[in-house]
């Protein structure tokens, strides 16, 4: 405010399928990315492995290398991503993600096979490669500030809305109740207009949870939960502890109140449902890894695009396995 000429936020640039087109034109600009990328900022001088220092590359157009001037060494762009192993074409890779970072509530398989047409086996693990290495959580700092913090049961939640609904039959409550607590949930945790995590977890004890919000929000923080007995213990652990009575019907008393993350939830639900029939369990993470991810990058003030991309030396770090020439 008193600092004058101080620039305004601005808002991210849009990316479009034009300027995607224009930048990755063809297979060779998505490996001369990757080549500028990991190994060449200035698309000619990298590390040879071999002669141990820095040498000047070219490429080989016969391979999707690079080679050494001095010594002949070979090295690949892709070695260590997630296009590694793969014989789709880069440019579908680089096509898949613009599609993902395109979309704030989701994509499906179905549509990308559509779209750049693959079938349905390789969108699907396309979509879940990226899910799953370049929009994985990217930041360790703990959450701080204020911090609202709840799970929500993978395909329905138990709550005082929920019980009033239910059966009346106790025995058929109980089942119902037994049927939803058996169900996987999403744990998730929320700065106030920050950050937010979110973790796939087999069961809503505090055995499960206590681990995770220790090692995810900061002991200064100032939690919001709901009044779970549970979180009664687990509320101990922070500077302050603001529990919502959901059961008296008062859903936000002011700042008490937990719709941050009931939104993000939401989001997560909406999206999910609007383009899966059904996610199985073992792969639930991934698709909230993107959530998560789209949420945390928002305001980075550059296209989505860009930020997923950046991210393929991360799959370089989780797929490193037989790393070689
Ligand atoms: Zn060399």
Redesign the pocket.
Do not use: G, H
């Given at each position: 405010m008193g600092m004058a000429g101080s620039p305004r936020k601005l808002k991210p640039e849009r990316y479009t399928i034009a300027n995607f087109h224009q930048e990755f034109p063809d297979d060779d600009a998505c490996l001369d990315w990757l080549w500028r990328h990991l190994h060449a900022e200035d698309g000619a001088t990298a590390d040879?492995p071999?002669?141990g220092k820095p040498?000047r590359f070219h490429r080989v157009k016969a391979r999707h290398s690079y080679s050494?001037d001095?010594?002949g060494?070979h090295l690949h762009p892709t070695a260590n991503t997630i296009f590694e192993k793969s014989t789709t074409p880069l440019r579908l890779w680089f096509h898949a993600i613009f599609l993902l970072s395109q979309t704030r509530c989701g994509i499906s398989a179905k549509q990308l096979q559509r779209e750049i047409g693959v079938t349905y086996k390789t969108a699907w693990r396309m979509f879940n490669l990226i899910r799953a290495h370049l929009m994985d959580e990217d930041d360790d700092e703990p959450l701080g500030g204020e911090v609202e913090v709840d799970e929500t049961a993978w395909g329905g939640k138990i709550r005082a809305s929920d019980r009033s609904r239910a059966p009346t039959s106790t025995e058929r409550r109980q089942e119902a109740m037994a049927r939803v607590s058996a169900r996987p949930s999403i744990f998730g945790m929320v700065e106030r207009g920050g950050r937010v995590r979110a973790r796939v977890v087999a069961d809503r004890s505090m055995q499960t949870l206590e681990p995770i919000l220790r090692e995810n929000v900061s002991a200064d923080a100032v939690l919001y939960t709901d009044e779970r007995a549970l979180y009664t213990r687990l509320g101990q652990n922070f500077a302050e502890h603001h529990r919502i009575k959901h059961k008296d019907g008062i859903y936000a008393d002011g700042h008490v109140h937990t719709q941050t993350i009931e939104g993000f939830f939401g989001n997560v639900k909406r999206g999910l449902s609007g383009v899966q029939h059904s996610v199985s369990v073992k792969w639930l993470q991934t698709y909230v890894n993107e959530f998560a991810f789209k949420h945390n990058h928002r305001a980075d003030g550059v296209p989505m695009f860009g930020v997923i991309l950046r991210n393929v030396r991360k799959g370089a770090t989780s797929a490193a396995s037989a790393a070689g020439s």
């Open positions: 040879c071999k002669c040498r050494c001095t010594c060494y």
